[in-house]
């Protein structure tokens, strides 16, 4: 099949790439030429393990290609992905539409023979029902179906997300345009992937429904681990205990500085806005909102309460800046609440991050970016722990003590033992374990 995608973020590129190894021809289209030039020759524009290799191989097999120019791309392709950006609007929280509605214009004025338009973009309940407007302004009904096709893509973990998905989501219900969906991800019928097709609204409030649900549960656990602050239990066994339960399922159960990243604060927020919007409010998820704001900012007291009380004149050594690991986006990231609260509290900040410290430099400031885990917390006054990456997990712990003014370690991500910790003389204060 050929298939289109308009928009080489993070969605668009990974979608594409993993369709071209699937075996399909597909050509990514961007506006920005400089990003065009750029994967033309290998460089990839963001942090995805195994993007770089997936690229190249399907580059080297002409089976994906990267254009600036829309109309060859579009006029010969069996299916057209919508995979632009759909930023909270400023000032009221609603997704902004004008990239989706953008690209539709240049599909109904490029598009040739029967074509399925595909939106992947995370959109609004009825944002197709738009985009087939405004192509049926320009095209006869039968020549065109638009269908919704969510994705459901961890940052960090995308290729494998996409390979091997624990469902595809499929919102049409005109036949043909069914086949080329199935034809498309056929590849994923060897490991009987559940192929799901719903009507297109449907599919489009599934991802919001996902995305608000896992931000619920995160949410639930958080505040369950202040409870366990204060009655001495501990959070990591209650998500073990509960997550045991198949009802509840043991993922998205860790406790941590409240989420962040580019899509649970923009979803929860757009799906919010849709559910007021259509009097039909969702108040849990009004509540997680505002609940994981306050999250973030608590846990700059949490770190000044650990050492005593007063940071000003401190140095705090600070080990992951990304709002997750393995990534380098840094967009809601908790540190970007954690680390000017500090600052402001009167302490000084060193940082490490393996990824994200170049885009963190432009959110952030006055920080003094280290080498590596080690070198930031030379001479520091407290090692904090914002962010999970493989490489803090095993430190070797006899040398940050001997690097560390004090043996005050805070890690907001459990991934330290407490009674290890203990024993070996830090004052180690996490999430959830008293
Ligand atoms: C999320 C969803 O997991 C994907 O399925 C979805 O496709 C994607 O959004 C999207 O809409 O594009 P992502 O934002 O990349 O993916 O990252 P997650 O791994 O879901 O983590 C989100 C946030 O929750 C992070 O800040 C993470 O640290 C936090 N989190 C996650 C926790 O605090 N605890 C957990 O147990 C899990």
Request: aromatic residues 8%; contains cysteine; hydrophobic residues 40%.
């Amino acid at each position: 099949m050929r298939v289109t995608m308009i928009g080489t973020g993070y969605v668009g590129l990974v979608s594409g790439a993993c369709f071209a190894d699937f075996g399909h021809v597909v050509t990514c289209v961007d506006k920005d030429a400089s990003k065009i030039e750029k994967l033309k020759a290998g460089e990839i524009p963001i942090y995805e393990p195994g993007l770089e290799d997936l690229v190249e191989t399907n580059v080297k097999q002409e089976r994906l290609f990267f254009t600036t120019d829309p109309e060859e791309a579009i006029k010969s392709a069996d299916a057209v992905f919508i995979a632009v950006g759909t930023p909270s609007r400023r000032g009221d929280g609603h997704a902004d539409l004008s990239y989706v509605y953008g690209a539709a214009e240049e599909i109904a004025d490029l598009m040739e023979g029967y074509t399925v338009v595909v939106t992947k973009s995370t959109v609004p309940v009825g944002t197709g029902d738009e985009v087939e407007a405004i192509i049926a302004k320009k095209r006869a009904r039968d020549d065109f179906a638009v269908v919704s096709n969510p994705e459901f893509l961890r940052e960090g973990a995308a290729i494998k997300d996409f390979k091997i998905p624990d469902r595809v989501v499929v919102g049409t219900e005109d036949q043909r345009a069914m086949e080329v969906m199935r034809e498309l991800y056929r590849p994923l019928f060897l490991n009987e992937t559940p192929i799901l097709f719903t009507n297109r609204r449907t599919s489009e409030l599934i991802k919001y429904a996902a995305n608000a649900f896992l931000a619920v549960k995160i949410t639930f656990i958080n505040e369950i681990a202040d409870l366990c602050e204060k009655v001495g239990a501990n959070v990591q066994e209650v998500s073990r205990g509960i997550g045991l339960d198949n009802r509840i399922g043991k993922k998205f159960l860790n406790a941590g500085p409240g989420y962040g990243g580019s899509c649970f604060p923009k979803d929860t927020l757009a799906l919010t806005k849709t559910a007021n919007d259509h009097d039909s409010p969702i108040r849990i998820v009004d509540t997680v909102v505002e609940v994981n704001a306050a999250r973030k900012k608590a846990m700059a007291d949490k770190i000044i309460a650990a050492m005593g009380g007063d940071v000003s004149g401190k140095q705090i050594a600070v080990l992951g800046l990304a709002f997750k690991q393995n990534t380098d986006d840094m967009r809601d990231a908790p540190s970007l609440d954690i680390l000017p609260a500090l600052q402001k509290a009167g302490a000084t900040i060193r940082a490490y991050d393996p990824a994200s410290m170049e885009e963190a430099a432009k959110h952030l400031s006055d920080i003094q970016f280290c080498d590596g885990p080690y070198h930031a917390i030379e001479g520091a006054d407290a090692m904090v722990i914002i962010t999970e990456w493989d490489q803090f997990r095993a430190l070797d712990m006899k040398r940050v003590q001997d690097l560390l003014k004090t043996n005050t370690v805070i890690d907001l991500r459990n991934i330290y033992s407490k009674p290890d910790m203990e024993k070996r003389g830090f004052n180690y204060v996490s999430i959830g374990r008293p």
